[in-house]
């Protein structure tokens, strides 16, 4: 799972990320100085998308913008949940295709866990 | 007959094509249109590629003036100004206006976007909009611009009065175009100026529209909720109660997180979205925060935009 996470990393796109599921932390590659995000992350995407799933809406991606950072949360299959972590300004389309490439890459690695 | 070139950018309705007419004794190119953003709080046009006019200051020289647009989603004519049309631009002049909530944010924002033009030659801030209101003062500009580690002058103007806007272009450029008389082409323009005020640009009052108007009439959204400091709803237009109900559930997160997180940054935006679902997202800063129902076919970036200008104008 950790090498999925990496194969995201982009210098000055996505500095760190990790799989969240049943709000836990299954792997991660936020590096300890950036444990904080990883928190908020952890708490505030598990919270939006329940919310989403319990009125039946189909949102599966958040975006949380704080201090000098963003937070992107994609929403996978079986209640897996992919975490970034950006700069603020970092593009967000890029972003999305970089997570959208790797889809196939991230889903294995969710199903052999 | 040698030319020079100057730039003006500023945030949307920071007065660039009132300034570029007041100077022009051209009739001034300009690309307005309608109004289909937040900008509806301030005026009815708003350019969309670029203003020009040519000033001339003596038989022998003569001044290109150059206006962007204010809208980031205008972007790529930042980038075609900068790197072709006004690529030899003596300097630059960063319209701020005065009423919006958080000047230094635009200015933050202009300088980092213009970073690479503008470290190659001269920037001056001029400060527009002071009439309507005063503060921050030249001061405040001073003080807060010295903290940003920005050194460089502060006008106020007003960018109807010709002389007023040429004072800038003579602190800009006076050392580069030696041996005008400036004073002579001030009282020149001046007279061919008709009585104020004369521009579409410039609004005639604060807040002639309110906040959740503007923002239903801002082109991608579809409704939107207006909430207080305690991210409580005040006002909405929003009819859908799912909708509602997850908007109030992303303030609801914000609020708990500007508790218990304070140490590592405001938050400024909370965003959900999904393929074939309105985007949902809560803007927010100190005083207040907005929640909007947008297509999904609205950029996330322009959204940006589009709520930073509806609160930076707010004072509801």
Redesign the interface.
């Given at each position: 799972m950790i090498a999925a996470l990496k194969q995201l990393h982009q210098p000055g796109l996505i500095q760190a990320a990790c799989f969240l599921r049943n709000k836990e932390v299954e792997a991660s590659t936020f590096e300890a100085n950036d444990r904080n995000y990883q928190t908020i992350a952890r708490q505030a995407f598990t919270y939006i998308f329940h919310n989403a799933s319990r009125v039946g809406a189909n949102h599966n991606e958040s975006h949380l913008e704080i201090g000098h950072m963003r937070l992107s949360g994609f929403l996978m299959p079986q209640g897996w949940i992919l975490v970034c972590l950006s700069p603020k300004h970092s593009n967000i389309q890029l972003l999305r295709e970089v997570v959208k490439c790797s889809q196939k890459g991230l889903r294995a690695a969710t199903e052999s866990a | 007959m040698k030319d020079f070139k100057v730039l003006f950018t500023g945030s949307v309705a920071s007065g660039k094509t009132t300034a570029i007419r007041s100077l022009s004794d051209i009739d001034t190119v300009d690309t307005d249109a309608n109004v289909s953003d937040s900008a509806i709080r301030r005026k009815r046009t708003t350019t969309i590629a670029m203003d020009y006019g040519v000033l001339e200051l003596d038989d022998t020289a003569r001044m290109h003036l150059y206006g962007t647009p204010g809208q980031e989603r205008f972007k790529f004519m930042w980038e075609l100004m900068m790197s072709d049309l006004a690529h030899d631009a003596i300097g630059m002049i960063l319209l701020v206006d005065n009423t919006r909530k958080d000047p230094f944010r635009d200015i933050k924002f202009y300088l980092?976007e213009f970073r690479d033009f503008i470290v190659r030659r001269r920037m001056i801030i001029a400060v527009t909009h002071s009439d309507l209101r005063a503060e921050p003062d030249l001061q405040h500009y001073q003080r807060v611009l010295k903290d940003m580690g920005v050194f460089t002058t502060v006008m106020f103007i007003d960018a109807r009065v010709p002389s007023s806007v040429l004072g800038v272009l003579q602190e800009l450029v006076g050392t580069e175009v030696a041996g005008l008389d400036w004073e002579g082409i001030g009282a020149r323009l001046d007279s061919k100026q008709p009585e104020l005020p004369q521009e579409d640009e410039e609004p005639a009052a604060l807040n002639q529209v309110p906040l959740l108007q503007a923002a239903v009439n801002t082109r991608g959204i579809t409704s939107a909720m207006y909430l207080d400091a305690e991210r409580k709803i005040v006002d909405s237009t929003i009819k859908s109660e799912?909708k509602k109900?997850?908007l109030c559930?992303?303030a609801n997160?914000i609020s708990a997180?500007e508790k218990k997180?304070a140490f590592?940054?405001?938050?400024?935006?909370?965003?959900?979205?999904?393929?074939?679902?309105e985007t949902?997202s809560v803007f927010v800063d100190t005083q207040h925060a907005l929640g909007l129902c947008s297509e999904p076919n609205l950029?996330?970036?322009v959204l940006k935009q589009q709520a930073a200008d509806l609160l930076q104008w707010s004072n509801e």
């Amino acid at each position: 799972m950790i090498a999925a996470l990496k194969q995201l990393h982009q210098p000055g796109l996505i500095q760190a990320a990790c799989f969240l599921r049943n709000k836990e932390v299954e792997a991660s590659t936020f590096e300890a100085n950036d444990r904080n995000y990883q928190t908020i992350a952890r708490q505030a995407f598990t919270y939006i998308f329940h919310n989403a799933s319990r009125v039946g809406a189909n949102h599966n991606e958040s975006h949380l913008e704080i201090g000098h950072m963003r937070l992107s949360g994609f929403l996978m299959p079986q209640g897996w949940i992919l975490v970034c972590l950006s700069p603020k300004h970092s593009n967000i389309q890029l972003l999305r295709e970089v997570v959208k490439c790797s889809q196939k890459g991230l889903r294995a690695a969710t199903e052999s866990a | 007959m040698k030319d020079f070139k100057v730039l003006f950018t500023g945030s949307v309705a920071s007065g660039k094509t009132t300034a570029i007419r007041s100077l022009s004794d051209i009739d001034t190119v300009d690309t307005d249109a309608n109004v289909s953003d937040s900008a509806i709080r301030r005026k009815r046009t708003t350019t969309i590629a670029m203003d020009y006019g040519v000033l001339e200051l003596d038989d022998t020289a003569r001044m290109h003036l150059y206006g962007t647009p204010g809208q980031e989603r205008f972007k790529f004519m930042w980038e075609l100004m900068m790197s072709d049309l006004a690529h030899d631009a003596i300097g630059m002049i960063l319209l701020v206006d005065n009423t919006r909530k958080d000047p230094f944010r635009d200015i933050k924002f202009y300088l980092e976007e213009f970073r690479d033009f503008i470290v190659r030659r001269r920037m001056i801030i001029a400060v527009t909009h002071s009439d309507l209101r005063a503060e921050p003062d030249l001061q405040h500009y001073q003080r807060v611009l010295k903290d940003m580690g920005v050194f460089t002058t502060v006008m106020f103007i007003d960018a109807r009065v010709p002389s007023s806007v040429l004072g800038v272009l003579q602190e800009l450029v006076g050392t580069e175009v030696a041996g005008l008389d400036w004073e002579g082409i001030g009282a020149r323009l001046d007279s061919k100026q008709p009585e104020l005020p004369q521009e579409d640009e410039e609004p005639a009052a604060l807040n002639q529209v309110p906040l959740l108007q503007a923002a239903v009439n801002t082109r991608g959204i579809t409704s939107a909720m207006y909430l207080d400091a305690e991210r409580k709803i005040v006002d909405s237009t929003i009819k859908s109660e799912i909708k509602k109900e997850l908007l109030c559930s992303m303030a609801n997160l914000i609020s708990a997180l500007e508790k218990k997180a304070a140490f590592m940054g405001s938050i400024d935006n909370l965003v959900l979205c999904g393929e074939g679902e309105e985007t949902l997202s809560v803007f927010v800063d100190t005083q207040h925060a907005l929640g909007l129902c947008s297509e999904p076919n609205l950029t996330l970036n322009v959204l940006k935009q589009q709520a930073a200008d509806l609160l930076q104008w707010s004072n509801e």
